[in-house]
C-alpha cells in the first residue's frame, strides 16, 4: 500500500498546480497531441529501459525527457516559419505557449510516477 504522506503530498502538489492553472484558464492547458507524445513517449521510454522492477520509475524519466523533445520540436516548427507565424505576436505567442504544454506535461506525469513507483 502507499505511504499516506506520498498521496497526501501528491495532492498537496496538485491543488497548488491547479490553483495556478485555474488562475490562467483550463482551456490553456488542454492539447491532446502534446499529452500523447509525452505520455506515449513515457511508456515506450519504460518499455525501451527493459527494467520490470523499475517501469513506473523509468516512465516518470521518460516523461520528462519526452516533454523536453516536444518543446524542442515545437520550438523548431515554430521558428521554421511553416505556418507563417514569425514576427505575429499573437500567434507566436499561442504557439509557444503549446510548445511549453509538454515541458508541463512531462513533470506532472513524472510526478505522479514517484508515488507509484514500484
Known amino acids: 500500500m502507499h505511504n499516506f504522506k506520498q498521496i497526501f503530498g501528491l ?35 519504460g518499455f525501451l529501459k527493459n527494467q520490470k522492477n523499475k517501469f513506473i520509475i523509468n516512465c516518470g524519466s521518460g516523461a520528462v525527457y519526452f516533454g523536453w523533445l516536444g518543446t524542442l520540436i515545437g520550438l523548431i516548427a515554430l521558428t521554421s516559419g511553416k505556418w507563417d507565424n514569425w514576427g505575429d505576436i499573437e500567434k507566436t505567442g499561442l504557439a509557444l505557449s503549446v510548445t511549453m504544454l509538454t515541458l508541463l506535461y512531462g513533470y506532472i506525469i513524472k510526478l505522479i510516477t514517484l508515488v507509484f513507483k514500484n
Open 11 to 45: 495532492f498537496i502538489c496538485t491543488i497548488i498546480i491547479l490553483g495556478a492553472i485555474s488562475h490562467v484558464g483550463f482551456n490553456y492547458y488542454n492539447d491532446i497531441l502534446s499529452f500523447l507524445f509525452v505520455a506515449g513517449g513515457s511508456v515506450g521510454y
